[in-house]
Structure formats: structure tokens, C-alpha cells
């Protein structure tokens, strides 16, 4: 038998007392068959029964005796059959005597193996303990056990004694548990046996050892407390993570008769240079190279060998501090153990004496290690001693990683005392958690549940079972974890039976809200299910409406949350609830974050509409519920809020439905008077206007009707960079320092300066021109611009025509919210998308060449004239912004592209009728401008001059 | 960037643990540092620990090209620009007065640092009054506003990368608290309010201002006066904020250092107490190990960048495979196969993010229940209002009840049960050292630790190698264990103890810190990298912070309370001793074993052997009697002992 295959017997207790926990013990044994069969395939496994009905064994037939025991199986080289013999065990009726099966069990390895295959030789004892033992022909009970042990010790066995308790049956009898107990400790002081005790099926799985790892040293040599004093230490790990198996890629390719095959797939690495990807570069011609920012610093490994640290293998001792300054979270890494040399009597002294002392004086000593010559890292950690509490097992230390500086990272957070009072819980809702923290216990001492320990891996576990169940059924489904293992992902219903009260003390005590601004698609999470969970379809299927789950599920018949799609019925409903007054306060709460919502996340006003409908649902709440201030506030602040986000288009839209503030005569309570409330709906539309009537009273030439108009400025907010002009607060002086736009409705050339004064927040004089009626022709314009070209801009003394010009002189003049980004590619491709509309489209296409080409050409030229320059232009932008435009043009910024290309577009569909489908970045880009407030009043018919016939 | 292929053989399981370890690179990060260098930055603001004065401008410079270097190491893909304002000369796109944005060779003004910029900056000092000059710029009867300039020319310096998928921020530097203090009525006012304007332009456009105001020794900074319009605060947010500020320079430093790193997390999660309580956390990565940075493989003629492509090819029929989803494990004989999807499946266990299963006292928490870095749970109201305060209460109740949660965190790659320890916040006169919040411990399970202190087996690597070396015996019963059988552990006396106590008081580092050293061998490769992006020709010298400090150990009381240490434990005569035990038990067996072949070896007439062909009738073991007694190798197949013989026999 090979030096690392180990031959294991399982001396299963089947007696009565055993029963509800045999199902258990088959999966944990089939499990460590399953593990042998893939890690350790040349591993022998032998089972024998006790507590049986039937008797059937060696010794019985040698020398008479040792009834109630059975031989399952011989022991035997591990194999499938195994698991399905472990999978059926019978259920005994006799008590068991664990001594008789140890004595059996002790036998057949001894045949089997004689004194060879030293320390390879285990005895598994799974049993509960509760029946006294049968009494020895000769001497007592333990001299039999010291027996046992020296034959164990001389042929190098080693037993595994887990006594599963938990739940005692009626039967069982403290006196005889504890002789028992007694009798299976002894073994662990005179043997090399372990007794471990668990206490519940959970604990049970995570008991016996699965998987045979042999503990490799990653270090033998020195501790180094100075250079004079030095203890030998044998360093191992101490945890170190099963893995999930890797599993090979599979490769279907190889035809089914090869029985052959393998089926795996090989990787092949190919290095190709970036800028030449036909090129492979062979291994010679590679070499390593480090990133250092954007640098990349070519290095060959020689090289780098000359100049990298190399430091000594060594362990050094760097001092003791108090255990205080070490946290626990600042523990790195998977856990080390540090034992003095074995067979080192002073070794094992210095570490005892050390560990002792740092345990009474709370106190850790900090170490440096370098664990392997030639390796560059060193690793600062922390010793803590390890103070056995086994009179054979001497004391040692336990080690664990410490961070680097540049490890950590210093992230500030608020004081919890600094966080505003409705983040911090009242003395009752301490005093909830508090008995929560106390009751949830997992603790009590010799009743810990879920120990690292005795834990096992619930997905390990999942996936051995999957692959036993695979390897009989191909298609078999993953299957469910059972109540066991969800002990460990989930809190144990029974512990929560228990402590109902105080659960349901802490849920009263604090109230959770969903904050419904937030996107559904973000609270994605809270519908995460487990797989195979069996909590039925039913509650599986979480719906829109309850998406409030986590939250607070009080009923689900009742409507306790105002839902997206149903607002108005929810909140009725909700407002009509009388089992709580809170959910009057909570329904107007939703309602008016549903509203808010509505007009925030309104595309072009389409959500408007429901806004409205919601808002007078909630107007006719407000007054049924005799709480008008409620509504009075939030419409007023609704009003103010939407005129600060650009979205007047609402307070326009409610204007029209005549919604307005309750009245006294309403609700008594009202502080709104009758005409306060009519004046409110002015109020909305003189705000909305007041800046435009303001501004246009001095510009006599426009009727004042046609003033449906434009910048929908923020507030009074409209910077501009002149701000000491305007000190008096009022924001529209005098009409002669304020810029004047000589602008045409129809004109393309002015709508994008109109487009660009909006987006600078720029406010001007509209000057109309009627370019119908000739009006570029009057004197006083041809003294603006002899050209009769509009527009013409006037700033001061300054008078600038041509459109180009006017936004490359609004850039520089007026810089905020610019149009020409910084980066000089992206600039330049802005000048030249704005040169390709103002030079090669718009000219070719303007009022007077079309007329120019109807004459001498043909009326019917006139069309297809405009058409293909109008092509040729787009495709040329096509080409120029498909790789890079984001949101807008040239990016995710509005940029001089946009201004330009927008109104273009515009004209070419509006005008000319034209097919932009050719065009599916342009088009994007437009649809991006479109929606932007600052194009919508640059609108030609949103003009004060625009007439539409 | 490509990592070494060597590296990535891992399957997808693999990858998607590496996800712990690696943040996500999307959350990029644009950063301009505005720095203030009036006149007033100039004075002294304290003094260092050789009582040199430093002035704030070196403070905040110091500070920034050491963040710069953090950033560099951790964060190679975030893109900075520096810009001074309230100087002299100006330099910016916009043309501005007082504005001067600092930059390097071959770098944009926004980019990612490089190693040029680090080092000129660290510098800048000595040319900064020559060449940039500081000045005043918001006096009476000017209309200069270089605060306004500045937050301009930074707002122009971020207008690359769309708001969503990057992180744009503005740090100020400034010890002025109030910077139109100088002017006043109208102008006041009107700076003022174009000012605040400005900053609200910049918010809007989805980049965040943050202030680092220094406190001057004589005043402390008053955030009241200007700053808190403009930052937006008020209320509860202006009592948390503080200026930076320290006794020491030192702390100075420190806190500035912890604000200019913005908090990431790394997802949000919902922690669901109890059935009907869920409530939301955020989770950061506080404690990560720093890796040199990955390899790219280059073209060693070109220095071109290779691309690493990766075919998979079938091992049966060498046909190139494109998708691959299935995977197989060898088991009973077959091959069973699984997809992907049942993979993921299987390790499903869990509903949520992290359940609550219940208490311990921390005594349960053993210091070998570890794996892995923790990480950090900080609560928020962002999705479920009233999460904080649930989160708060329990926090108190368990620093108070002295417990730690049990928790099952069931994230989709890597499912583990794991511990909740709550953190009271810690902090000194530098600020908050541990913030307030949990740490989740992530908890081995039963087959992760391993029993070694009962471990009895020999242990089989080094039987290998002794068998090796004693070829020719049965290796002594060589049973090495840790736990002895049928006997009792050597256990320290009391005196013993009390030699032990006495040598821990002696070596006690009272203010060890987890921050004090840093990684000797991350800055080495480094400042090596460093050197070679600047052409320099020497390798710089890192000075190992780690060493233990000789000096301290050689002190008189030290080296008594060592050596009482030692007498007490090892004897008066250990040194002798131990240098014949450690020697002559090594060397005796080998004496024996050399001993052995040599008198073995003499039973056989070696030449004639050789002569006849007949070594090769002989065994291994006898062969290597020969060798042995010979003092030469004894390794290798037969064939090369049999050459390795006729060699030494000269045929």
C-alpha cells in the first residue's frame, strides 16, 4: 500500500438511539466516500454496524461474543458500491456497545495489515454513547480501555471518536452518558484518538474529516528574538481553503466511437504585436515589461533579478505589544501555526513560557517573516499565543498576516454621532436591539452552534452530492439543499420560533421605507432567490407591487405602497385604510414622491398627464382629509422646484387644467384666501413670461401676443460674465447693454445662434427681420450688414454678422457653459462639422439660390437640387461624427457641432421633407438636441415674429 | 493590459474570486488640484520634528505628490491636472489672470501621472517664485476674481469623459476662509455671488468640489464665511466638517493625505435581519494587498506592446473550439460533465446578500478563523430610508454586549459564512483613524482548518528526502510527532513565565501601528521602475522599514532580560549544547550511513565488476554503497549511477 493511502473503518452506532440522526450519517459518509473516490481513489474503507439486530463478525465466530455487531463490508479499496452500501444503512434495534465494535474494528486491521502501514490506519466511531457498555470478564472497565489503547499505539492506529448528541431521546440516561464520556476521553489521554462532541446534524456533517491533506511545513528554522536568543519552530498552515474543484473545459469535438478520447481542450497562447496583430512575436523576441502611470518599462527578467529586493529567509521578532493595537479585521490572510520542533524539549519550553506570558499579559508579539530564500516578500504579522488546554499537546502560536501601508486605505466615514437625529435610534429602539443582539444567541458556551470547526462547506457539500447523483443520472437536476445545510445560509426557524417576541419587539420598533425615487431596475437584488429554495412558487414570484418585500410586508391584500403603475387607486385606497392613522401620512408621502417622479422623469411632457391626474387625486384627498397645508405646501414648492429644473412646461400644463392651491372655503384650514389661489395660477404664468414681457415692452415693432416664448432660465439665475453690471439685482436692465439678435424666424443661420444664446444663458433682444417682406433690405439693416444677411448681432458697439462669427465671438466673449471643448482634436472636428453646414449645405440650399435654380434651371430642379447637397453635406458629418459622438455630436457635452448640425437637420426634414434614415448617428444627435429646453425655444415657431399659415 | 498568461490558466471560478481583490475599473476618476498660492500660502504653518519650518504651500505640495505616487501604484488609470491660482504669471487654455495650470513633457494637462510630473512637482518649489510667482488677485479696485478663474479653468480641464461613467472632482487647497475679504460693498458682493455661481455651473455639470481648507495657527478656519455656500453645506453637513488642522504638522499632513482619496465602494448590498427587516449597506474594500503591478509582455526590439491571443484547442482532435460551456470532472471513471449554468446553480444557497443567523460573544472568534482581507459595512438610506439607524442601534448593542453577528454572505461566486465584528470609531489628534462600522471576517469552514496540533503522521516530503540521504537503511521509526502519546507536554515553570514577562515588558512597541511599514518589496519595484521611466542611472536605495531595530536590541536591559529569558528555558550551557546536538545528530547519521557503505562496499570487487558488465546485476542500494563511500551523488536512474561509477573507476 502506498505511503499516502490511509485505510479507514467506520464503526457506525445503528442503535435505537441513533435512528433520527442515520440520515445524516449516511450523507457524511457517503460524502468522504465521494471525496475518496475523487482525491484518494487507492484509499480502503471498511465498514462495520453496531447496535444491529443480526450479528455477524470474525471474533463471534472465533471466540464467541461481540453480538449486535456486523461486518457491512470488508475493507476494501474504495468504490462505487460503497456509497450505495452507506446510503441503506439499517436502522438496529439493540443497544450498542461501542467498545465490542472498536475491538472488531481493531481486529480486522490487524489481519488485514499487521504492524505495517504506521499512523494509516483509522477507526471511525460515529455514535451517540447512551448505552452502557457491557461490563469485562476481567478487570474494570478502563483497565480494558488502557489495553485497547497500547494495542492501538503499537500498531499505529489512530480512532476518531464522534459522539453525537443534540437532541436526547427519552431514553437516555445522564449516568451512563457521562461513564461513557469518561470511558472516550480516556482513549484521547492513552492513544492517539480525538473525541469530538457534536450537537446537531449540521455539526455532524462538518465532523469527520473528509479529505486527507498531509501538512506540509512552509517553514522550519529560527525564530529569531534577537540574534543571540533563538527558538526552533516548525511553521504549518493552520487554515487553508478547499477549493471548489476546477473543473476541465470539456471538448465535444472528438467523435463518440473513440473511446479514447480525452476530451480536453488545450489552451494555446499566441503573443501578437498591438500595432501589427498579423505579426506572433516568437518566445526570444518577448520581454517583460512593468506599467509605471502610462509608461510601460521594458525589464528582462535577468535585469530585473540584479536590482529586485532580495531578502534573507528568516524569522525575526520585531517586538510584543498590547493585543489591543491589533484589530481583528487587519488579518490578511489564511492562518499559520507556529509549534516548537517536535522532540525539542527547551524549544517547546521557550514557546510555552512565551505564549503563557503574552496570554496573561494580553499581549501579541509582531514578527517579520521570509519564509523561502530567493522569495521577495516579507510578511509582517501578528503571533498570538495558542495555550493548549491537552495535557499532550504542547502550547504553540497562531499567526496571522498584517497589512502594509499601502494596503490600506484610509477612507474617512461620519461619526455616527455627527449623523442627523433620524439616523439614531431612541433608548427604545436600543433597548429592542439590544435584547435582539442578546437572544439571537449562537454562543452559549458548550452550545455553540455553527463552530467553524464542525461546519461544513454547504456548497462543496451541494456540489459531491450533484456529481454522485450526475454520475447515475446524466441529466440530473442540481439538487436542493436540505434543512441541514440551510442551517448554515439561513437563520434556524427554530431559534427564531423561540425568540418571536424580540424579533417582532425590533421590527415594530423601527420602520423601514423604500425610497421610491430610486429606479425599480436598481432594487433588482431583493428578487434574487436561492436555487432549489422550496419555499414554494408562490412566494417566489415577487411582483412589481411587491417589490416592498424586504421592507415591511404587512399584509398583501391591503395596499400599503403607492405602486407605479395604478398611482391614483393605490392612493385612494391607502387614504380610505383606517386600521392606522400612519397611513393617511404615509399615502400622501408616496403620492407626493410619485408626483415628483412623474415630472422629474417627464420625456416632452408625456408623463404629465398622469402627474396631473395624480395631483388631483391627491388636491381631493387633501380636502376629504381636511389637510390642506399638506397639498398647499408641496404645490407651491412642486411650482418653484420645476421652474428652477427648466420644466415650466408643467406649470404651463397645470395652468391649463386649473389646479390651484385649497382654498378656505375647501378646508378651513387653508391659509391659501380664494384669491390667493387665483393668483397662484397667474403667478405660475407671469412668472413664466414676466422675463420675455419685461424685455420685449421696449422692442415696440411685435405684437405682444406673439410673445410664446423662449429661455426658460433658471430662476433668475442666468449668468453671465458681466456680473457687476447687474448689481441691482433686477436682471433685465436697460435694452442697450443687453445683446440684440437680428434674428428671422425661418433662417437656420439665426435659429443656431438663437440655439447657442440659450445655451450660453445668454439673454438678448429678439430683433425681427423679415426677410418675406424684404425688411434686409432697409436701410437701417444694410448699415448692420451690407450683405442683407441675417443674423446680425449687436453687443454694445460691437456689431457682428455671419453666424460662424457670432458663436466664435460668443465663445470667446462669453466663455461659461462653452461650446469648443479644450482638447484640440475635438475642437477641431466641431469647427469643421459647423464649416461643412455654414460652407457646403446651408448656402447651396438658401431661399435665394432655390429661387435662383427655379428660374434658370426648372422649377422641378429646385428639389433635387437641394436634396443632394443636402446629401452630400450629411453624409460627409455621417463620416466625420460616427466616431465620435456620445450623448450629443462630439460627446456626452452640447458642443458647437450640435448647434449647428441640429437646426440643419431640423430644416432638411421640416422643409425639404428629407429621408434621414441614411443617417443613423445624425439622427441620434438630433434627437439628443431636441429635447434640450435651450433648442426648444430656439424653435422657429416658438418666435415672437413666426407665423404659421 | 494583458496579464502574464502563466497567470490566467485559472478557470472562470477563478476570475471571478480575483474580482475581490481588484476593483472595477469603470469607476475612473478625474481629479484637478487647485491650489492656493497666494502670499498667505507661504508663511510657516508649523513646525517640523527637526524644527524646520515649513510653509503650507510645501505642506500641500508634499502631500500631493505623495498621493500622486499612491495613485500611480493603485490607480494608474486616473487622470490629474494641477493648477495653481492667485499667481503671477498665467498659463491655461482660457487665457485667465491668476491661473496657472502646471504640466510636464509629454503629457496632456489632464492625464494620468507620470513618473516626470511626480518628480518635477515635488519640486516645483524652487522654481515656483521665479517662474510662476505668487501674487494677490483679489484686491480693491481690481476686477480680477482668480478664485473664479480658477474654478473655471479646472471646470474647462474636466470637460473630457462623459459624468457617467467617470468620477470628476475638484480638490482646493486654500488657507484662506475668506477670499473677498479684501474687497468690499458692491464688488464684494458681486464676486461673490458670481463665484458661488461658478461652483454651482461646475456641480451641475456633475463635478464635485472639495475644499481642504487649512487652519492658520493664528485662526482657525471659518467655513461660515464663504466656503459653505459654495460647497453647498449646511446644517448638520457644516458640523461634521472640519477644517484640517493638527497640533503637529505631521497630523497635518496625515488628514489631508486620508481626504484626498475619494471613498469607493464596491456594491451595495441589503443585510436582511430578520424576515420582514432588510436593510441596505454599502461595503468597501479598506484592507487590500497592494500588487506590483501585472506584466506586459513587449516586442523586445520595437517595445511594442504584444497582444495575447488565446485559442482553445481540442486535445483529442486538435480542432480550434469557439464557445465552450461545458465542463467536466473525472469521477468513478467517466467523465461528468456540467454547463456553466449548473455550476452556478450549485452554488446558489442563498437568498439576499447577507443573512443574519444569529450572535456569539467575541471570545468565539478564534484568531485562526480567517481566509481573507475583510471587509468594511458602512449602513445607507440612499434605497431603504431608516436603514442607518437599524444599522447604529445594533452596532451599539454588539460593542456593548461585547458579540459579533453569524452571517451567511451569499454572493454569487463566492457564498461564505462569515462574522460581523462592529467597529467603534477611533480617533487621534490626525482625525479618525478606524471609522465607525462592522467588519465582515470571512469564516473558514470545518474542512479548512487543519488539526496540526495533533497531527502525528510523519511528514512525507521530508521522508522522502531522509530516505534519500540514508539510502541504505530503514529509516529509524522516524514517528515525529507534535502530540505525544501516553505522555505529557513539556510545559513552561513559573518562573519561566515570569522570564517571559519580564523580556515582553522590556520589548513592548507601544505604538505599534499597522501603518508604520510599508512594503519593502512593492518599494523597491517601484523606485526601480521610477528610475528606469526617468533615465536615471542609479537604483535607488529603499531602506527595509521592516528589520527589527538592532540598535534598540542591543541595549543593555534588553540583552539581560533576553539572556535571563534564555537561561531560564535553555540552561546555562545552551550554546555549547546546542551546537553539538544540531551538528553531531545531523552528521552522525550520516557518519553512520558513510560508515555503513563503506564497510558494504568492501564485499564487492568493484573493477571486476566493471570489468565484466556486471554492475548492472547489482541493485540500487548496492550501487549506492559504492557511491556513498565515495562521496559522490547518489541520485538518478540506475544507468547514471552504473556511468557515475565507471567514471570514478577511470574505465
Excluded at chain 1, 512593468?290 to 521594458?298: E, T, W
Excluded at chain 1, 456689431?799 to 458663436?807: G, H
Excluded at chain 2, 500611480?72 to 488609470?77: E, G, L, V
Excluded at chain 2, 420582514?276 to 506590483?292: C, D, G, H, K, V
Aim: proline share 5%; aromatic share 8%; glycine share 4%.
Amino acid at each position: 500500500m502506498a505511503r499516502n493511502k490511509e485505510a479507514l473503518l467506520l464503526l457506525i452506532d445503528v442503535s435505537p438511539s441513533m435512528h433520527n440522526l442515520l440520515t445524516e450519517v449516511e450523507r457524511v459518509c457517503s460524502m468522504l466516500i465521494e471525496k475518496k473516490l475523487i482525491y484518494s481513489k487507492s484509499d480502503e474503507v471498511g465498514v462495520i454496524l453496531f447496535g444491529t439486530d443480526e450479528t455477524n463478525n470474525d471474533l463471534t465466530k472465533e471466540v464467541g461474543g461481540y453480538e449486535h455487531i456486523v461486518v457491512l463490508q470488508q475493507i476494501k479499496v474504495v468504490d462505487e458500491d460503497t456509497i450505495e452500501t452507506l446510503q441503506k444503512l439499517p436502522r438496529g434495534t439493540s443497544p450498542g456497545d461501542f467498545l465490542d465494535a472498536i475491538v472488531v474494528g481493531m481486529d480486522m486491521l490487524i489481519k488485514k495489515f499487521g504492524p505495517t502501514n504506521k499512523g494509516k490506519k483509522r477507526l471511525c466511531l460515529l455514535t451517540s454513547a447512551q448505552y452502557r457498555i457491557k461490563e469485562p470478564y476481567e478487570g474494570t472497565k478502563e483497565d480494558q480501555i488502557d489495553m485497547i489503547s497500547a494495542q492501538m499505539n503499537a500498531n499505529g492506529m489512530k480512532l476518531e471518536c464522534i459522539i453525537v448528541r443534540g437532541k436526547l431521546t427519552g431514553d437516555a440516561n445522564r449516568r451512563i452518558m457521562d461513564e461513557n464520556d469518561l470511558l472516550l476521553n480516556r482513549f484521547s489521554k492513552k492513544s492517539c484518538a480525538k473525541t469530538i462532541y457534536v450537537e446537531s446534524p449540521t455539526s455532524l456533517l462538518g465532523a469527520i474529516r473528509t479529505r486527507n491533506i498531509s501538512p506540509v511545513t512552509i517553514f522550519r528554522g529560527d525564530l529569531e528574538l534577537s540574534p543571540r536568543m533563538k527558538i526552533k519552530v516548525w511553521v504549518y498552515k493552520k487554515t487553508s481553503e478547499e477549493r471548489f474543484p476546477r473543473l476541465k473545459k470539456y471538448s465535444d469535438k472528438a467523435p463518440p466511437t473513440d473511446r479514447f478520447a480525452t476530451h480536453e481542450v488545450k489552451v494555446d497562447y499566441e503573443y501578437r504585436r498591438v500595432d501589427d496583430p498579423s505579426k506572433v512575436v516568437p518566445p526570444e523576441q518577448r520581454i517583460k515589461g512593468y506599467r509605471y502611470g502610462p509608461q510601460v518599462i521594458p525589464i528582462s527578467s535577468a535585469e530585473w533579478d540584479a536590482v529586485k529586493f532580495k531578502p534573507e529567509r528568516s524569522v525575526k521578532l520585531l517586538g510584543f505589544t498590547d493585543s489591543s493595537n491589533i484589530l481583528r479585521h487587519y488579518y490578511m490572510r489564511d492562518v499559520n501555526i507556529f509549534i516548537a520542533e517536535p522532540g525539542n524539549t527547551r524549544a517547546i519550553l521557550a514557546v510555552s513560557a512565551l505564549a503563557r506570558a503574552m496570554q496573561d499579559m494580553n499581549k501579541v508579539a509582531i514578527l517579520r517573516c521570509v519564509w523561502r530564500h530567493g522569495q521577495g516578500n516579507v510578511v509582517v504579522g501578528v503571533l498570538t499565543p495558542n495555550v493548549s488546554h491537552r495535557d499532550n499537546i504542547p502550547d504553540s502560536f497562531y499567526f496571522n498576516v498584517l497589512p502594509f501601508a499601502e494596503d490600506i486605505r484610509e477612507f474617512q466615514f461620519p461619526s455616527f454621532k455627527y449623523l442627523p437625529s433620524s439616523c439614531q435610534p431612541n433608548a427604545q429602539q436600543q433597548k429592542a436591539a439590544d435584547s435582539l443582539v442578546k437572544m439571537l444567541d449562537l454562543g452559549s458556551p458548550g452550545k455553540e452552534v455553527l463552530q467553524p470547526d464542525l461546519t461544513p462547506n454547504p456548497i462543496l457539500e451541494r456540489f459531491y452530492c450533484f456529481l454522485e447523483l450526475k454520475s447515475k443520472q446524466p441529466d440530473a437536476t442540481v439538487p436542493l439543499l436540505d434543512n441541514t445545510l440551510k442551517l448554515i445560509t439561513e437563520p434556524d426557524p427554530e431559534l427564531l420560533s423561540q425568540n418571536k417576541s424580540f424579533i417582532d419587539e425590533f421590527s415594530k420598533q423601527f420602520e423601514l421605507m423604500e425610497n421610491i425615487k430610486i429606479k425599480k431596475s436598481s432594487r433588482r437584488l431583493w428578487r434574487e432567490k436561492p436555487s432549489g429554495s422550496n419555499e414554494g412558487e408562490g412566494a417566489g414570484d415577487v411582483s412589481d407591487a411587491q417589490a416592498v418585500e424586504s421592507t415591511k410586508n404587512e399584509s398583501a391584500v391591503k395596499v400599503d405602497k403607492i405602486g407605479d403603475l395604478t398611482p391614483v387607486q393605490d392612493f385612494e385606497a391607502m387614504m380610505s385604510r383606517r386600521d392606522s392613522t400612519e397611513w393617511v401620512n404615509k399615502a400622501i408621502k408616496d403620492m407626493k414622491n410619485i408626483i415628483f417622479d412623474l415630472v422629474e422623469n417627464s420625456y416632452e411632457g408625456d408623463t404629465y398627464q398622469k402627474a396631473v391626474e395624480c395631483l388631483i387625486a391627491f388636491r381631493k384627498g387633501c380636502i376629504l382629509e381636511q389637510e390642506p397645508k399638506q397639498f398647499n405646501d408641496f404645490l407651491r414648492h412642486l411650482c418653484k422646484f420645476c421652474r428652477k429644473k427648466d420644466l415650466s412646461s408643467f406649470c404651463e400644463f397645470l395652468t391649463s387644467k386649473q389646479i390651484t392651491l385649497i382654498t378656505k372655503t375647501e378646508a378651513v384650514d387653508s391659509d391659501a384666501t380664494e384669491e390667493e389661489a387665483r393668483s397662484f395660477l397667474v403667478k405660475i404664468d407671469h412668472i413664466r413670461r414676466s422675463k420675455v414681457v419685461g424685455r420685449l415692452e421696449a422692442t415696440t415693432s411685435l405684437p405682444r401676443a406673439s410673445v410664446l416664448l423662449l429661455p426658460i432660465f433658471s430662476n433668475s439665475c442666468a449668468m453671465d460674465s458681466r456680473p457687476h453690471q447687474d448689481t441691482s439685482g433686477s436682471f433685465f436692465s436697460s435694452s442697450s447693454d443687453k445683446l440684440q439678435l437680428y434674428s428671422y424666424w425661418q433662417s437656420s443661420c439665426s435659429w443656431r445662434v438663437r440655439f447657442a444664446l440659450n445655451l450660453k444663458r445668454l439673454p438678448y433682444e429678439y430683433k425681427a427681420v423679415n426677410l418675406s417682406k424684404g425688411e434686409q433690405f432697409s436701410p437701417e439693416f444694410e448699415r448692420l450688414n451690407p450683405l442683407h444677411f441675417v443674423p446680425v448681432l449687436v453687443d454694445g458697439d460691437l456689431v457682428v454678422s455671419d453666424s460662424f462669427a457670432i458663436l466664435l465671438y460668443l465663445e470667446e466673449k462669453y466663455p461659461q457653459n462653452a461650446l469648443l471643448p479644450v482638447d484640440a482634436k475635438c475642437r477641431a472636428v466641431n469647427l469643421q462639422a459647423a464649416s461643412i453646414v455654414t460652407s457646403s449645405m446651408q448656402p447651396l440650399h438658401m431661399l435665394s439660390v432655390l429661387k435662383y435654380i427655379e428660374e434658370k434651371v426648372g422649377p422641378e430642379e429646385r428639389q433635387s437640387w437641394a436634396e443632394y447637397h443636402i446629401g452630400k453635406g450629411f453624409a460627409a458629418l455621417e463620416k466625420l461624427l460616427k466616431d465620435f459622438a456620445g450623448r450629443y455630436a462630439t460627446g456626452d457635452e452640447i458642443c458647437m457641432a450640435d448647434v449647428f448640425l441640429a437646426p440643419q437637420i431640423s430644416v432638411a426634414v421640416m422643409r425639404f421633407k428629407f429621408d434621414m434614415s441614411k443617417f443613423p448617428t445624425l439622427c441620434r444627435i438630433y434627437e439628443a438636441n431636441k429635447v434640450l429646453p435651450a433648442f426648444q425655444a430656439s424653435l422657429p415657431e416658438r418666435q415672437p415674429d413666426a407665423s404659421i399659415d | 493590459m494583458d496579464l502574464d498568461p502563466e497567470g490566467v490558466f485559472g478557470d472562470d471560478e477563478e476570475e471571478l474570486e480575483d474580482d475581490f481583490f481588484q476593483e472595477r475599473v469603470a469607476t475612473k476618476e478625474l481629479v484637478v488640484y487647485l491650489i492656493d498660492a497666494s502670499p498667505k500660502m507661504f508663511s510657516p504653518a508649523g513646525k517640523l520634528e527637526n524644527q524646520e519650518e515649513e510653509s503650507y504651500f510645501h505642506t500641500v505640495v508634499s502631500c500631493i505628490s505623495q498621493s500622486l505616487k499612491t495613485l500611480i501604484i493603485n490607480r494608474s488609470y486616473d487622470e490629474v491636472a494641477i493648477c495653481f491660482f492667485n499667481t503671477r504669471e498665467k498659463k491655461n487654455m482660457q487665457d485667465l489672470n491668476g491661473v496657472f495650470v502646471f504640466n510636464v513633457a509629454e503629457r496632456e494637462c489632464l492625464d494620468k501621472p507620470t513618473a516626470r510630473l511626480i518628480k518635477e512637482f515635488s519640486h516645483i518649489e524652487e522654481q515656483f517664485m521665479g517662474e510662476i510667482g505668487s501674487q494677490y488677485q483679489i484686491i480693491p479696485g481690481n476686477r480680477e476674481n482668480s478664485l473664479y478663474n480658477a474654478i473655471w479653468v479646472a471646470q474647462g480641464l474636466l470637460r473630457k469623459g462623459s459624468a457617467k461613467t467617470v468620477d470628476k472632482r475638484i480638490l482646493l487647497f486654500t488657507n484662506e476662509d475668506d477670499p473677498f475679504g479684501s474687497v468690499s460693498g458692491a464688488a464684494k458682493i458681486d464676486m461673490t455671488r458670481t463665484t458661488l455661481q461658478r461652483a454651482k455651473d461646475a456641480q451641475d455639470l456633475g463635478i464635485s468640489i472639495e475644499l481642504l481648507p487649512l487652519n492658520r495657527s493664528d485662526e482657525e478656519f471659518n467655513v461660515a464665511l464663504f466656503y459653505a455656500d459654495l460647497l453647498g453645506l449646511d446644517g448638520d453637513n457644516l458640523t461634521q466638517f472640519m477644517p484640517v488642522a493638527g497640533e503637529k504638522l505631521d497630523d497635518m499632513k496625515d488628514q489631508l493625505r486620508k481626504r484626498m482619496f475619494k471613498k469607493r465602494k464596491v456594491r451595495r448590498i441589503t443585510f436582511s435581519v430578520a424576515d420582514s427587516i432588510s436593510i441596505e449597506l454599502n461595503t468597501f474594500a479598506l484592507i487590500r494587498p497592494t500588487l506590483p503591478g501585472a506584466i506586459t509582455w513587449l516586442d523586445s526590439i520595437t517595445n511594442v506592446p504584444l497582444e495575447i491571443q488565446n485559442s482553445f484547442i481540442c486535445a483529442d482532435t486538435g480542432a480550434l473550439l469557439q464557445g465552450h460551456t461545458k465542463r467536466f470532472h473525472p469521477y468513478k471513471n467517466k467523465n461528468i460533465k456540467f454547463s456553466v449554468e449548473e455550476l452556478l446553480e450549485v452554488k446558489r444557497v442563498s437568498t439576499g446578500h447577507l443573512r443574519l443567523l444569529g450572535f456569539k460573544p467575541l471570545s468565539c472568534l478564534k484568531d485562526y478563523y480567517n481566509l481573507k482581507p475583510s471587509t468594511f459595512l458602512f449602513p445607507s438610506d440612499k434605497e431603504i430610508i431608516g436603514s442607518t439607524r437599524i444599522f447604529i442601534a445594533l452596532h451599539r448593542s454588539m460593542l456593548r454586549l461585547q458579540r459579533f453577528a453569524v452571517a451567511f454572505y451569499g454572493s454569487s461566486s463566492h457564498p461564505q459564512m462569515v462574522a460581523l465584528i462592529a467597529q467603534d470609531e477611533i480617533s487621534n489628534s490626525s482625525g479618525q483613524v478606524e471609522p465607525p462600522g462592522m467588519h465582515m471576517i470571512y469564516l473558514p469552514y470545518s474542512d479548512d482548518i487543519r488539526k496540526i496540533e495533533e497531527v502525528r503522521e510523519i511528514i512525507l516530503g521530508s521522508v522522502n528526502f531522509l530516505l534519500m540521504l540514508s539510502f541504505a537503511y530503514e529509516i529509524h521509526n522516524y514517528t515525529q510527532v507534535h502530540m505525544n502519546v501516553d505522555s505529557v507536554a513539556p510545559r513552561a515553570t513559573d518562573d519561566q513565565i515570569q522570564k517571559a514577562t519580564a523580556l515582553l515588558k522590556r520589548l513592548d512597541l507601544k505604538d505599534f501601528s499597522v501603518y508604520q511599514f510599508a512594503n519593502p518589496s512593492l518599494q523597491r519595484h517601484y523606485a526601480v521602475l521610477e528610475a528606469l521611466a526617468l533615465d536615471e542611472d542609479e537604483m535607488p536605495d529603499i531602506k527595509d522599514e521592516t528589520l527589527p531595530d538592532e540598535e534598540g536590541m542591543a541595549r543593555p536591559k534588553i540583552v539581560n532580560a533576553l539572556e535571563e529569558f534564555k537561561v531560564s528555558v535553555y540552561g546555562e550551557n545552551y550554546d555549547e549544547d546546542y551546537m553539538e546536538i544540531s551538528v553531531s545528530e545531523a552528521s552522525k547519521k550520516r557518519k553512520d550511513i558513510v560508515e555503513n557503505a563503506v564497510k558494504e562496499c568492501a564485499n564487492y570487487n568493484w573493477a571486476d565488476l566493471a570489468d565484466n558488465g556486471k554492475l548492472k546485476d547489482l541493485t540500487v542500494v548496492e550501487l549506492k554503497y559504492y557511491l556513498t563511500a565515495h562521496n559522490l551523488p547518489v541520485t538518478g536512474k540506475k544507468e547514471a549511477l552504473i556511468n557515475r561509477i565507471l567514471t570514478h573507476l577511470g574505465k
